[in-house]
């Protein structure tokens, strides 16, 4: 189980991280396991949607 700290994070204990497949751009978030998904969508609207648009396609690592 590999397990990596986050150094100087403020508290936060995951980083999310949004890429555009097209143009490359990424941009990661800092935010707690104890965030709510309405608080994941507000974070995806304030830095990414803004900018980059809606995407075609949701690429996650994660299980649902």
Do not use: C, Q
Not at 26 to 33: C, F, H, M, T
Not at 38 to 54: M, T
Request: glycine share 4%.
């Amino acid at each position: 189980d590999l397990k990596i700290i986050l150094v100087n994070s403020e508290g936060y204990d995951i980083v999310i991280v949004f890429i555009d497949r097209f143009s490359k751009k990424a941009v990661s978030l800092p935010y707690n396991k104890t965030t709510t998904i309405k608080d994941l969508a507000d974070l995806y609207y304030v830095y990414y949607y803004r900018y980059i648009g809606l995407p075609d396609s949701i690429v996650s690592d994660r299980g649902l």
